[in-house]
């Protein structure tokens, strides 16, 4: 059992940038599959990013690719998401989802893939 925790959300200007982190105590937070979804007021959760535990597997929404890009550290059991050129539109609640099923044998841009979940981290982006 691993228990995520995300960070780094807050609140910047449109164009600026922040990363998140999601972390666990759980070393064998590492193998696992990790993807970073958000939800805003009145939506349904929404796929972001994910990466696989091991091998080099990783996919970004059509939304963030070119502005979002999502890294991990083995040795620190954290994954990023480096955010930049934030919108408006990116305003939501960001959450880290974990399982320990291989990258490719589970529909990561789904959130009921996910098993463990974090508490989640505010983002707002307004002027």
């Known amino acids: 059992q691993v228990q995520p925790v995300e960070s780094g959300g807050g609140l910047v200007q449109p164009g600026n940038s922040l990363r998140l982190s999601c972390v666990a105590a759980?070393?064998?937070?590492?193998?696992?599959?990790v993807a970073w979804f958000r939800q805003a007021p009145g939506k349904e959760r929404e796929f972001v990013a994910a990466?696989?535990?091991?091998?080099?597997?990783?996919d970004h929404a059509d939304t963030v690719k070119g502005r979002f890009t999502i890294s991990r550290d083995g040795a620190k059991n954290a994954v990023y998401l480096e955010m930049n050129n934030l919108k408006p539109a990116d305003t939501a609640v960001y959450y880290c989802?974990?399982?320990?099923?291989?990258?490719?044998?589970?529909?990561?841009?789904?959130?009921?893939?996910?098993?463990?979940w974090g508490p989640g981290t505010q983002v707002t982006v307004s002027s």
């Open positions: 989802g974990a399982d320990p099923r291989a990258f490719e044998r589970i529909d990561y841009d789904d959130p009921n893939a996910y098993f463990y």
């Open positions: 759980e070393g064998i937070f590492s193998t696992y599959t």
């Open positions: 990466i696989a535990g091991i091998g080099d597997g990783r």
